[in-house]
């Protein structure tokens, strides 16, 4: 029997299941979590119940793993420790979820850009992007006009207002410290055309 991580009382449970109903009558087989957590691998295992999911974390980022292993049990889940950022993901899946993924890119020497790029040359039919949309590491407006350029469709896209915003104090983004309120986030659901 699977042990799941319960999501039920968290927004980010309530905003993944409204940007997966468009995906309702799509047979998804092959997920990957992108900055995999407890909660997003958990998420993905309860909505998709026939799917794999490899549930991609920086490698020994024992904040990620420790909490996957303790709370998860499933057969059809695969811890992968891997920098996303140097990492060439051959195999195709149906779905893609990087779901608070993004802003973290500089936590792990990387950038978003960067990070951002990788993610999208998953190759994958599915894609959702979910972060905080006061994220100053984020960057919205690039994130459109590159899926506007490279044929994405976005089938769907909503902000979400949280709960329980959290107070980021004095961020490390490149040679700045700037701090922040995670009041909101957005999330996209887009296609590979």
Same mark, same amino acid.
């Given at each position: 029997?699977?042990?799941?991580?319960?999501? #039920?009382?968290?927004?980010?449970?309530? /905003?993944?299941?409204?940007? @997966?109903?468009?995906?309702?009558?799509? $047979?998804?087989?092959?997920?990957?979590?992108?900055? #995999?957590?407890?909660?997003?691998?958990?998420?993905? !295992?309860? *909505?998709? %119940?026939?799917?794999?999911?490899? /549930?991609?974390?920086?490698?020994?980022?024992? &904040?990620?793993?420790?909490?996957?292993? #303790?709370?998860?049990?499933?057969? &059809?889940?695969?811890?992968?420790?891997?920098?996303?950022?140097?990492?060439?993901? &051959?195999?195709?899946?149906? !779905?893609?979820?990087?779901?608070?993924? !993004?802003? $973290?890119?500089?936590?792990?020497?990387? +950038?978003? #850009?960067? !990070?951002?790029?990788?993610?999208?040359?998953?190759?994958?039919?599915?894609?959702?992007? *979910?972060?905080?949309? %006061?994220?100053?590491?984020?960057?919205? &407006?690039?994130? $459109?006009?590159?899926?506007? %350029?490279?044929?994405?469709?976005?089938?769907?896209?909503?902000?979400?207002?949280?709960? +329980?915003? $959290?107070?980021?104090?004095? @961020?490390?983004?490149?040679?700045?410290?700037?701090?922040?309120?995670?009041? +909101?986030? @957005?999330?996209?659901?887009?296609?590979?055309?």
């Amino acid at each position: 029997m699977e042990k799941l991580f319960n999501t #039920s009382g968290l927004i980010h449970d309530k /905003a993944i299941k409204s940007m @997966v109903k468009p995906l309702k009558n799509v $047979e998804i087989k092959k997920i990957i979590d992108a900055g #995999s957590g407890k909660t997003s691998a958990s998420i993905l !295992l309860k *909505y998709f %119940e026939k799917a794999q999911v490899d /549930a991609i974390i920086y490698p020994g980022d024992n &904040r990620k793993k420790n909490p996957i292993e #303790s709370a998860i049990g499933s057969n &059809r889940l695969e811890v992968i420790e891997a920098d996303i950022c140097s990492t060439c993901f &051959r195999k195709k899946y149906d !779905l893609c979820l990087a779901l608070l993924t !993004l802003g $973290e890119a500089h936590n792990f020497g990387n +950038h978003f #850009s960067d !990070l951002f790029h990788q993610i999208m040359d998953i190759r994958a039919q599915y894609f959702i992007i *979910y972060d905080i949309l %006061e994220d100053p590491a984020v960057h919205y &407006r690039y994130m $459109e006009q590159y899926f506007k %350029e490279k044929g994405f469709k976005v089938l769907k896209k909503k902000k979400f207002k949280n709960p +329980h915003p $959290e107070h980021y104090p004095k @961020v490390k983004y490149d040679k700045y410290k700037l701090e922040f309120d995670s009041k +909101h986030f @957005v999330g996209y659901l887009l296609e590979k055309i």
